[in-house]
């Protein structure tokens, strides 16, 4: 059978022009051009196992139809069979064919431009596929009987083809999530028979040409996501058709034109997001076909017209993020169908109107504004019929006061519940225990006292609690053990009392607990280390005693969480622990009890010392005693190094041959490809002048080869740990074949007992860190150049564990930038010389690391691997897009940049923590996603971070491909 097949796709390609001419084919043309098709595809479900050669007709095989009276396939529809591979030439046979439906697959390549040359093709459905490059000029010139055509959610590129407006049989054209750019073509509008056109989501620009009204059978037009500019066509009322209109998340200014009061039918008009301005026009009330208006986050000033109330099917009304002053409307009560309204972020003043309770909304939002209004102004259960379907109620940001509901349990559906930063007062209601599928509850920022209700624990669904800056006493209940989801524990700025239940140890889902300013007392439950997922534990200005737990999170919490506790104790807080020990014997002299007392008593009356003491001193003196061996060691090895005369045998390219002497202070210098000479001779390598900088490993010079090249010597301060001659060499050599263009290369290494130098090429820019924080330099990196650097960091580390090596020293002074612009990873590799990774040796000889040292170095039980790498570049990625050190100390506070950056995405900052000096010129769809991502990659939990080549993945993928050229 395959023998036959494959003679019959000869046939096909030798004698192809015969068979379309030939009427009286030995075989059917669908059944061939089917199989041809096939062939090039991967089908990796057997989806088309019932495709068969064999068969006289297509008509039976899955995915085919067929015109019951001719039996020749007229629709092709294989969506959702996950085939791959390009979509083949063989369709081409398929004459009689009207539908084309392949979309949800991953087809690679271009589209084929004769597709439309299939005389009576209607439709053609290629999206949600992996098609790449221009859509084809030629493909629109020779439509025939063309009516629908979407190459949706693919990688296209290129503009949209002007032969488009020749297609004027088209009803619907889609092309949306692709990257294609250019302007408009203003022959769009020729197309009078269009119904729907969706052009979102790509890279248009330019205005929005006129003449749109040709389009009088358009029913929906959706441009969104793109970057056009200007304001909308004048005449866009002449298509009085409309029913569905999008143009959000663009740069469209001006005002609404007025012809929009034509569009009678509109059912959904979308304008977020854009710079309109004006008043919000009060012909909007004539659009009484509205189901859906979302003007946000524009600059719309002015009233909320009273004609909204007009729109009687209104379901969602979102005017939030504008400048509307004023209050809401009392006719906005007749829009009896809302379910979501959003307001929120305006100006707006007056009370709270009733209403709001009795419309059934499901979602309401009016926070960011100046309302107020007693919440007590009725009871709500006489509501209870209304606001049975309430899922979001947020009211923060306001003027409200009173007391909090007694029955808001009645609230029974909320899933968000915000009413903070108002004027709220009274205690918290007990019933919030009902709010049993609640999962923010926010009451920060007001005025409440009292104690917190143990009928928390009711709130099962619990995400986030939320009671910070209040007056609230009393004991932290124990019953919010039961919130078993809560993920977000705040409670600062109280005066709660007593000491932290441990039951909060078995709420394991938590990641941010802030406990501080409040009056807790007793020392911290032990338990508290299994919480695996914390990221911030602040338990700070409390009265909180003992010693710090040790293990998991809290071997790295940040001293500023726990300060202002002046009885704590432990490494964190530099203050020991006092030693627990059987109560001590003590020589009383006063004692009568005893003969040899008294004895003792009457002759030695100054010897009565407790054993605690005479422990305390033997220790004292122990110690004094090492001091004095170390310096009196570490003198002599000095004056060692100092009397070694540094000679050296020159040696290049793989010659490993041993120095002509005996001498153990006789050098070996090897390169590992060309010059091994100085031009200066040996003298002159460790010349202080040619001084670059030190770092934990050693001083590094630089001096020039023979062949006129300049190198980087580092002299290693380790001698004492350093591995011998021959693991030293084994270790380097093998260090010198790793080549990366993101990896600073070893070239080279000299070898005597006491002294080793390593050699690499010289990186004539500098080091990170003078590009970021050297006030002297008066470029600051732009965005682009900012990207670029942590995308070569990753790479060459994601490199250098593909090697198995970890580097165990990342910082900014070890990333190296060259005249490119390239970042390059320098200093990798050395803890391999040393005998034996030890974390207490690395501890020491990298403190100048401080901030990028993952937390796993402090806990003996946890193993050293890649991830604590990942760590560290996590910590330089946040470096790099903020332009801050890790640890910053201020006059009277220390700044740890981590803290800061996760702080700022609790509060919705994270835009803020981008250096202030890029002036605002970086894209915020670019810097949020690697700010988060440095976030991940700075997890307290090692299985939390990603391994560095799916870092990599989602650098490339965060990249902005049209900004990739482009100098931010």
């Not at 190459?151 to 590129?157: E, G, K, P, S």
């Not at 107020?372 to 009871?379: D, I, L, T, W």
């Not at 041959?657 to 003298?683: C, E, I, Q, R, W």
């Not at 003078?770 to 990196?781: F, I, P, Q, V």
Request: overall charge negative; aromatic content about 6%.
């Amino acid at each position: 059978m395959k023998s036959k097949m494959l003679f019959n796709l000869c046939l096909l390609v030798v004698f192809a022009p015969v068979f379309v001419q030939s009427s009286d084919a030995s075989f059917n043309d669908d059944v061939l051009g089917l199989i041809v098709f096939k062939a090039g595809l991967q089908d990796p479900d057997s989806k088309l196992s019932s495709w068969n050669e064999e068969d006289e007709t297509a008509c039976s095989w899955v995915g085919v139809t067929c015109d019951p009276k001719t039996q020749r396939v007229t629709q092709l529809s294989l969506d959702s069979f996950s085939l791959s591979g390009h979509i083949g030439r063989g369709l081409l046979r398929l004459q009689f064919l009207q539908i084309l439906s392949l979309s949800n697959n991953n087809f690679t390549g271009s589209i084929n431009p004769d597709l439309t040359q299939l005389g009576v093709l209607q439709v053609i459905n290629l999206s949600s596929n992996s098609l790449s490059g221009f859509i084809p000029d030629g493909i629109f010139k020779q439509c025939g009987s063309l009516r629908s055509v979407s190459f949706a959610r693919n990688n296209l590129t290129g503009q949209i083809p002007e032969s488009l407006s020749w297609c004027t049989t088209l009803a619907s054209v889609n092309f949306s999530s692709n990257q294609i750019s250019g302007e408009l073509p203003s022959g769009l509008w020729f197309l009078r028979g269009l119904q729907s056109l969706d052009l979102s989501d790509n890279l248009l620009e330019g205005q929005i040409p006129q003449g749109i009204a040709n389009l009088y059978d358009l029913r929906a037009l959706n441009i969104q996501k793109n970057k056009l500019s200007g304001q909308i066509p004048v005449d866009i009322g002449g298509c009085v058709l409309l029913k569905m209109v999008d143009f959000s998340e663009n740069s469209l200014s001006g005002s609404l034109p007025e012809s929009f009061r034509r569009l009678s039918s509109c059912s959904c008009l979308r304008l977020q997001r854009n710079l309109f301005a004006g008043e919000v026009p009060g012909w909007i009330g004539e659009l009484t076909n509205l189901e859906s208006l979302d003007i946000s986050a524009n600059e719309f000033l002015g009233r909320i017209p009273a004609s909204v109330g007009n729109l009687n099917l209104l379901k969602e009304l979102n005017l939030s993020r504008n400048h509307l002053t004023g209050g809401l409307p009392q006719s906005m009560a007749n829009c009896s169908n809302l379910s979501v309204l959003d307001v929120s972020l305006n100006r707006l003043t007056g009370n709270l109107p009733p209403w709001i309770f009795k419309m059934g909304l499901q979602s309401v939002s009016l926070s960011g504004n100046r309302l107020g209004y007693s919440m007590q102004y009725s009871s709500i259960t006489t509501l209870a019929s209304s606001v049975q379907g309430l899922k979001v109620l947020d009211l923060s940001s306001n003027v409200l006061s009173g007391e909090i509901p007694a029955d808001i349990g009645v609230l029974g559906s909320l899933v968000r519940l915000n009413i903070s930063r108002n004027r709220l007062f009274g205690s918290i209601p007990s019933s919030i225990g009902k709010l049993k599928m609640t999962q923010v509850l926010d009451f920060s920022d007001n005025k409440l006292n009292g104690f917190i209700p143990s009928q928390v624990g009711g709130a099962i669904s619990l995400l986030e609690l939320r009671l910070e800056r209040n007056s609230l006493t009393g004991n932290l209940p124990s019953q919010i053990n039961n919130c078993s989801s809560l993920r977000s524990l705040i409670l600062s700025h109280n005066n709660l009392t007593g000491p932290i239940p441990s039951a909060i140890a078995n709420l394991s889902k938590l990641e941010y607990v802030d406990l501080s300013f409040n009056n807790f007392s007793g020392s911290l439950p032990k338990e508290l280390t299994n919480l695996s997922h914390l990221v911030s534990f602040n338990i700070s200005h409390n009265k909180l005693l003992g010693e710090l737990p040790l293990g998991g999170f809290f071997n790295t919490i940040p001293p500023s969480a726990v300060s202002g506790n002046p009885s704590l104790c432990g490494s964190i807080v530099n203050l020991s622990c006092p030693s627990v020990h059987p109560k001590p014997i003590v020589l009383n002299p006063n004692s009568s009890n005893s003969t040899n007392g008294s004895s003792l008593s009457r002759n030695h009356p100054k010897i009565a010392l407790s054993i605690s003491v005479i422990i305390a001193i033997g220790a004292a003196a122990f110690i004094a005693l090492g001091v004095v061996a170390v310096s009196l060691l570490n003198i002599h090895a000095r004056s060692s190094m100092a009397d070694t005369p540094v000679a050296l045998t020159l040696s290049g390219g793989e010659d490993f041959s041993s120095s002509p002497t005996n001498d153990p202070n006789y050098g070996k210098l090897v390169m590992f490809s060309g010059d091994a000479d100085f031009v200066a001779g040996a003298h002159a390598l460790l010349n202080k002048d040619s001084e670059l900088g030190r770092g934990g490993f050693g001083v590094v010079y630089r001096t020039i080869l023979r062949d006129g090249r300049s190198v980087a010597i580092k002299k290693l301060t380790v001698s004492s740990l350093i591995k011998s001659q021959e693991e030293f060499e084994r270790e380097v050599i093998r260090l010198g074949k790793i080549r990366h263009h993101n990896l600073v290369s070893l070239e080279g290494y000299y070898w005597t007992p006491s002294l080793q130098l390593l050699i690499y090429e010289y990186i004539s820019s500098g080091s990170l860190y003078k590009h970021l924080h050297d006030g002297t330099s008066t470029n600051c990196l732009s965005w682009r150049q900012r990207f670029s650097i942590i995308l070569g960091m990753a790479k060459g580390l994601a490199h250098l564990h593909q090697m198995d090596i970890i580097h165990y020293n990342l910082k900014s002074t070890n990333i190296l930038i060259d005249e490119s612009g390239e970042a390059k990873v320098g200093d990798l590799g050395l803890a391999r010389l040393l005998p034996m990774v030890d974390r207490c040796i690395l501890s020491s000889k990298i403190q100048s690391a401080l901030g990028y040292m993952a937390p796993e170095f402090a806990c003996r039980t946890v193993k050293i691997t890649e991830k604590s790498d990942v760590y560290g570049l996590g910590i330089l990625i946040l470096e790099v897009v903020s332009g801050k050190r890790p640890v910053e100390y201020m006059e009277d506070d220390v700044v740890v940049l981590c803290e800061m950056v996760r702080g700022a995405l609790e509060e919705g900052r994270m835009e803020e923590t981008v250096d202030e000096r890029l002036g605002g010129n970086f894209p915020a769809e670019e810097a949020i996603p690697v700010i988060k991502l440095g976030l991940i990659c700075a997890s307290q939990v090692p299985s939390n971070r990603p391994d560095m080549e799916e870092v990599v993945n989602i650098l490339e993928l965060i990249q902005c491909p049209a900004d990739s050229q482009e100098e931010l």
